[in-house]
């Protein structure tokens, strides 16, 4: 396993940490068997750590419905996609892991990652990911046409508005790790790609 630190800013221990974060990291890893390291990495700013847990769980944790068709699956697209532009390495490891998981699609989160165009994907997905890159890449270029181009493929005023945030929030994970030189737990790289062992 990988010894080099976590972060390069403090990494406080989970026993030190207010007891609702204590908690809900606690949770993860008895879901998960490991703690994802962003979330010690962002620990040491409690106030900090509770909005960005917040609102990633608000735009990430959404079930489709009529108003927002996204699936769980295509949220992952959109953060490996626009991480993969950002040059974050935690972001595509660690949600690539978890779009492998959520597609049941072994080779999906590498295709996604390198480049979405070649990705075997369908219209819907391409237009939705070329969308969130323009988010990411070029916000200030974004038009009516874009925001037609999504309705083109059945998605809605609110997808459309889920797509950005998602691109902008991770936009700003992005940035926060990789200036935090956050290294993704060993344990990301190979879930998803091979049975779980019984």
């Known amino acids: 396993m990988n010894s080099k630190p976590v972060s390069r800013f403090p990494v406080p221990e989970l026993k030190d940490l207010p007891a609702d974060i204590r908690e809900r990291i606690e949770a993860v890893q008895q879901k998960t068997g490991f703690v994802p390291n962003v979330f010690l990495a962002l620990a040491h700013r409690p106030a900090e750590w509770r909005a960005f847990v917040a609102y990633h769980d608000a735009l990430m944790e959404k079930e489709p419905d009529a108003a ?11 953060v490996v996609a626009t991480s993969g532009a950002n040059g974050c390495q935690y972001c595509v490891v660690a949600h690539g892991a ?11 989160a590498d295709q996604v990652a390198v480049n979405h ?68 737990n060993d344990e990301f790289y190979l879930l ?4 779980k062992p019984k």
């Open 68 to 78: 927002c068709t996204l699936t769980k699956a295509e949220r992952e697209m959109i």
């Open 98 to 108: 978890i779009l492998r998981i959520r597609a049941k699609n072994p080779l999906i």
């Open 117 to 184: 165009r070649k990705a075997d994907l369908t219209p819907r997905q391409h237009a939705m990911l070329d969308f969130g890159m323009k988010v990411a890449l070029e916000s200030h270029a974004v038009g009516d046409a874009d925001i037609e181009a999504l309705r083109r493929h059945g998605f809605t005023a609110d997808d459309a508005w889920d797509i950005a945030a998602i691109a902008a929030f991770f936009a700003m994970s992005n940035r926060l790790a990789n200036v935090a030189s956050m290294r993704p």
């Open 192 to 195: 998803g790609r091979v049975p």
